[in-house]
């Protein structure tokens, strides 16, 4: 998840550039009987730093739900207060991990103060050759 959905939408939020502001967005990954969810922020610190929350959840979406005619609530796929999911602290720490080695991080995950797990990236212009989404360090 972190490699192939998490990274690219940091990536998008990073390019945006849009300093003195905070961007966030909520990505996906579907599977036949559940749905992986990342709430993703980004925020600059400097010009070629920036520090990226992420926050995971799982939402289920089995086939007897469906079949019962109780899908999933848009509230399950946004955190509160503005849904009804809640972070999953080993999941988060997992897919946090994985992007801090896939963004280069120059820090480890560390707690936010909302449930989220934060990590300082530097800026890589996307023309930088060896700043494929996914590299090693």
């Known amino acids: 998840m972190a490699r192939h959905t998490v990274a690219p939408a940091v990536r998008e939020l990073m390019e945006r550039r849009s300093t003195g502001h905070q961007l966030n967005n909520t990505v996906t990954l579907g599977g036949d009987d559940f749905t992986l969810c990342a709430h993703v922020r980004v925020r600059w610190l400097t010009d070629d730093q920036a520090k990226v929350s992420l926050a995971c959840w799982a939402v289920n ?41 896939c963004m280069r991080a120059l ?4 707690p936010d103060d909302d449930g989220h797990l934060a990590i300082t990236v530097p800026w890589l212009p996307p023309e930088l050759p060896g700043n494929e989404t996914g590299a090693e360090r």
């Open 107 to 110: 820090d480890s995950p560390q």
């Open 61 to 101: 979406t089995d086939t007897a739900r469906y079949l019962g005619g109780h899908p999933p609530s848009d509230d399950e796929f946004r955190l509160r207060p503005y849904g009804t999911a809640t972070p999953d602290e080993g999941f988060t720490s997992r897919v946090a991990d994985h992007l801090a080695i």
